[in-house]
């Protein structure tokens, strides 16, 4: 199983950046995936939720009202569409699957990817 995180990358505060994920080696549509970030010093933090069919989403209350979560199973594809980011969004940002519902916390996840770096300049 591997899932391959991108799409991190330095952004002036108010910009945007779209996280992509790309999942293999599951069956994707039969998984909820999450995003999650860690910035240094700091605990991993839940982000977003969706559902296998993308039918339930949710989000963090850091995210709420900025970002949005979408998945393509055809395409094993999870997406994170970051708007209004400021510098306290900086971190690693992790995708991670998981089959079971309740996706906010990381002790659900079974199989992560490797992370994106995420720089927010002020």
């Known amino acids: 199983v591997q899932l391959q995180a991108c799409g991190g990358g330095l952004v002036q505060a108010g910009g945007s950046l779209t996280l992509s994920c790309a999942a293999s080696g599951l069956t994707f549509s039969s998984y909820n995936v999450g995003w999650f970030r860690q910035a240094p010093g700091e605990e991993r933090e839940f982000v977003a939720f969706?559902?296998?069919?993308?039918?339930?989403?949710y989000y963090g209350d850091s995210a709420k009202g900025r970002f949005t979560i979408s998945r393509d199973n055809a395409k094993n594809t999870v997406s994170l569409q970051m708007n209004s980011l400021n510098p306290e969004d900086a971190a690693v940002y992790y995708c991670a699957a998981t089959t079971s519902p309740y996706g906010s916390s990381a002790l659900e996840y079974d199989y992560w990817g490797q992370g994106t770096q995420v720089t927010v300049s002020s």
């Open positions: 969706i559902s296998w069919s993308g039918g339930s989403t």
